[in-house]
């Protein structure tokens, strides 16, 4: 009797702090809804912007959209600083494997070279095992599972030049998208180059409105798709922090 009711004393002590770990994670939930909440105005008013440019039937380029034959692929690979998520990290460590298994797989005379780039503690633990004839790690130091909105447009930019330099030929974001508390969904976004196709996805604008732009369409055009670039990986970032304490 009274080894059970020791441990019936102990389970009862774990209880409450598993209850107060539950309440710290869900305020830090709510937070992080808010920041994603946030995030997404920027994006549909960068959205709206692409819209109404599209809809100029003007002429424009950018070195964002340039396709080119990929010879190295570069990987954002999210997750958290810290555990007790339960398969949250482990899901997106064999996503990032699947993709490079079947890259191995379709291998032809010139393999793929990957660059990953991994965001969180435990992605980092995971990718030193990634090493190998065609895997390459790039640590961004001032990169964690929670850093500033600061921290995100300065490695965003960083990954843009390198694309721009031709140094990666393809930077995809692996992460959990965010649907609801009880809705999480691995997913995997490319955001270079932009397809042209995911610009288009705004609200259709009425062609028969005379817009005037000033400067041309083609300088706004790229000042807004480096900010479409950084809009993505600020919601990919937010939606991954809020799946994890969900």
Known sequence: MRDLKGRIGSVASSEKITGAMKMISSAKMHKAESALRRVRPFRDQIQNTIDHLISADAEYSSPLTEIRPVKRRAIVLLSSDEGLCG??????????????????????????????????????KFAQKLVGDNVEIVTADEMTAKSSAEDIAR????????????????????????????????????????????????????????????????????????????????????SNRVSEQA
């Open 155 to 238: 490695f965003t930019g960083e990954l843009t030049r390198e694309f721009i330099a031709g140094k990666v030929d393809c930077v995809e974001v692996v992460y959990t998208h965010y649907k609801s508390a009880s809705k999480q969904i691995l997913a995997t976004r490319q955001l270079l180059p932009i397809a042209t196709d995911d610009l288009a996805t705004g609200e259709k604008v009425e062609r028969n409105k005379p817009y005037l732009f000033e400067p041309d369409v083609n300088t706004i055009y790229n000042e807004v798709l480096p900010l479409y670039v950084l809009s993505s990986m600020q919601e990919a970032i937010c």
């Open 87 to 124: 398969a949250f990290n482990m899901n997106l460590f064999k996503r990032t494997l699947e993709i490079i298994n079947q890259a191995r797989m379709a291998e032809t005379e010139n393999p793929v070279m990957f660059v990953v780039y991994p965001i969180g503690k435990k992605a980092s």
